[in-house]
């Protein structure tokens, strides 16, 4: 079994920054990529970003091309979302995921392994 623990959400104001940490235990020799969704308030969960461990290579959902960045510390089994110029919008549960074996998490959340999620509010 895989364990996902994300530290590092809280209340920020808009055009603030935030860093979010996911750290990877357990099964974890398999893993081949990590990332994050997230999911605000009355929507459906949706993905941000992900970085493969094998390449290094990243992807990012449009909405935060620009603004976040995903990196990741190989030997702590650890993946990093750098945050900046937030916007009320970003305002939701950021939840960490992974995968065995791919270079890309699985579109549908359900298909990865999970964190328990970390609420970002950004507000004034």
């Known amino acids: 079994q895989v364990q996902l623990a994300e530290s590092g959400g809280g209340l920020v104001q808009p055009g603030g920054s935030l860093r979010l940490s996911c750290a990877a235990s357990?099964?974890?020799?398999?893993?081949?990529?990590m990332g994050w969704f997230r999911q605000a308030p009355g929507k459906e969960r949706e993905f941000v970003a992900d970085?493969?461990?094998?390449?290094?290579?990243?992807y990012y959902a449009d909405s935060v091309k620009g603004r976040f960045t995903i990196s990741r510390h190989n030997v702590k089994k650890t993946v990093y979302l750098q945050m900046n110029s937030l916007k009320p919008e970003d305002t939701a549960v950021y939840y960490c995921?992974?995968?065995?074996?791919?270079?890309?998490?699985?579109?549908?959340?359900?298909?990865?392994?999970r964190g328990q999620g970390t609420q970002v509010t950004v507000s004034s």
């Open positions: 357990g099964s974890i020799f398999s893993i081949n990529v």
């Open positions: 970085i493969s461990w094998s390449g290094g290579s990243t």
């Open positions: 995921a992974a995968r065995d074996g791919r270079s890309r998490l699985a579109a549908q959340y359900e298909n990865n392994y």
